[in-house]
T-cell receptor
């Protein structure tokens, strides 16, 4: 069965601190995709990154970085030098791509990040 | 390019009324998804379409919910009759093929009194 677990319900940090959001997934497929979305207080869902199961290279985009480890079924997200504008709910999601898979997104419950000035 | 467009942004109505939510996907996207977001249950997939055909509606909570996609640029999600427990934010999303990212509309915040 496919499942995404974001164990951290809420995290609070002070501006300029680094913070890591954890994501653990379960799937039987060998081919799959992992995603992160951001939902700021205004409510929209913003796509951040997609990673396929064959690419374990870490990704860096400005202050954002992602660490994908198949050995631990994890796809963690780190924000370096956090800013107040990073305050949002962050969702990790999984899409299976094996034979017969529908390609739906399975979302975790989300982690609410609050960055205090 | 315009993103996914949903209307209305907010809807407040009384229990028992019919509610229709609308969505215009991004042009060229083959897939369209309807989600519901609540505090208790998080983001739930209700139904999705591929090339205007419903593929999986197993997430539709009950017969009061129905969705249509009459053409590639328009979809509706209808609730009839509405109940207070249907209060939630409803999102529409679309994507092209190839497991590309889904792009979400701004959502419709629905309140059933």
């Amino acid at each position: 069965a496919q499942k995404v677990t974001q164990a951290q319900t809420e995290i609070s940090v002070v501006e300029k601190e680094d913070v890591t959001l954890d994501c653990v997934y379960e799937t039987r497929d060998t081919t799959y995709y992992l995603f992160w979305y951001k939902q700021p207080p205004s409510g929209e869902l913003v796509f951040l990154i997609r990673r396929n199961s064959f690419d374990e290279q870490n990704e860096i985009s400005g202050r954002y970085s992602w660490n994908f480890q198949k050995s631990t079924s994890s796809f963690n997200f780190t924000i370096t030098a956090s800013q107040v504008v990073d305050s949002a709910v962050y969702f990790c999601a999984l899409s299976e791509a094996g034979w017969g898979s529908q390609g739906n997104l399975i979302f975790g419950k989300g982690t609410k990040l609050s960055v205090k000035p | 390019d315009a993103g996914v467009i949903q209307s209305p942004r907010h809807e407040v109505t009384e229990m028992g009324q019919e509610v229709t939510l609308r969505c215009k996907p991004i042009s060229g996207h083959d897939y369209l998804f309807w989600y519901r977001q609540t505090m208790m249950r998080g983001l739930e997939l209700l139904i999705y379409f591929n090339n205007n055909v419903p593929i999986d509606d197993s997430g539709m909570p009950e017969d009061r919910f129905s969705a249509k996609m009459p053409n590639a640029s328009f979809s509706t999600l209808k609730i009839q009759p509405s109940e207070p427990r249907d209060s939630a934010v409803y999102f529409c999303a679309s994507r092209p093929g190839g497991h590309q990212p889904q792009h979400f509309g701004d959502g419709t915040r629905l309140s059933i009194l």
